[in-house]
């Protein structure tokens, strides 16, 4: 069993930050690739907003880059999103999601999950 839990949404003035995290729970699982995505406008589906693979390699979406910046901690199985200058357009639901290979031999590939999401409002 995985389970995310996004934490650190909030209300924010334009030109402020927060830092969502995101927390990992489970056990007899690796963790291959994490990524932030939020609901697009209208509800009509997510957005990749950045991710983040095991080796550190790190991809933004162009709206976010230069003020978004992802990381782990893999000693806490912790993924933060560092978002800075935020925009009245970043005002949505923020979702985790991990992608995961699991140590059983009976689990082969790379298996998705997604948190509950977390609000993010940013107005003046």
């Known amino acids: 069993q995985v389970q995310l839990v996004e934490s650190g949404g909030g209300l924010v003035q334009p030109g402020g930050s927060l830092r969502l995290s995101c927390a990992t729970s489970?056990?007899?699982?690796?963790?291959?690739?994490m990524a932030w995505y939020r609901q697009a406008p209208r509800n009509q589906r997510e957005l990749l907003v950045a991710s983040i693979t095991n080796d550190g390699t790190t991809d933004y979406a162009d709206s976010v880059k230069g003020r978004f910046t992802i990381s782990r901690d893999k000693t806490k199985n912790v993924m933060h999103l560092q978002m800075n200058n935020l925009e009245p357009e970043d005002t949505t639901v923020y979702y985790c999601y991990a992608g995961v290979r699991f140590d059983s031999a009976w689990y082969e590939g790379e298996y998705s999950y997604w948190g509950q999401g977390t609000q993010v409002t940013v107005s003046s």
């Open positions: 489970g056990s007899a699982f690796r963790v291959t690739t």
